[in-house]
Nanobody
Framework: QVQLVESGGKLVQTGDSLRLACAAS????????MGWFRQAPGKERELVAR????????YYANSVKGRFTISRDNAKNTVYLQMSSLKPEDTAVYYC?????????????WGQGTQVTVSS
């Protein structure tokens, strides 16, 4: 089992920056690809960013490319999502996920989510 706990979500204004963190415990963190998903009200959950086990490969959704950066610290069992130039359409519950496979098509573990609200 892997337990994931997100933190850092809050109410911010358009153009602000925010960093989310996801602390993992349980099985070996570095065995897993990690990702951030988000779900806005009335919309499906979408993959925002993912990072491979070593941090050498990342992927971003087009909607966040150039504004968000995913990173991980395997020594601290933590993955981060640095968000900048935030827009109201970034408002969502953000979830951290872990997958033994590289693409997070069907994550093995999920966090409970953290709310990010961007006011206009």
């Amino acid at each position: 089992q892997v337990q994931l706990v997100e933190s850092g979500g809050k109410l911010v204004q358009t153009g602000d920056s925010l960093r989310l963190a996801c602390a993992a415990s349980g099985r070996t963190f570095s065995n897993y690809a990690m990702g951030w998903f988000r779900q806005a009200p009335g919309k499906e959950r979408e993959l925002v960013a993912r990072i491979n086990w070593s941090g050498s490969s990342t992927y971003y959704a087009n909607s966040v490319k150039g504004r968000f950066t995913i990173s991980r610290d395997n020594a601290k069992n933590t993955v981060y999502l640095q968000m900048s130039s935030l827009k109201p359409e970034d408002t969502a519950v953000y979830y951290c996920a872990a997958d033994i496979g590289p693409f997070l098509t069907s994550p093995d573990y999920w966090g409970q989510g953290t709310q990010v609200t961007v006011s206009s």
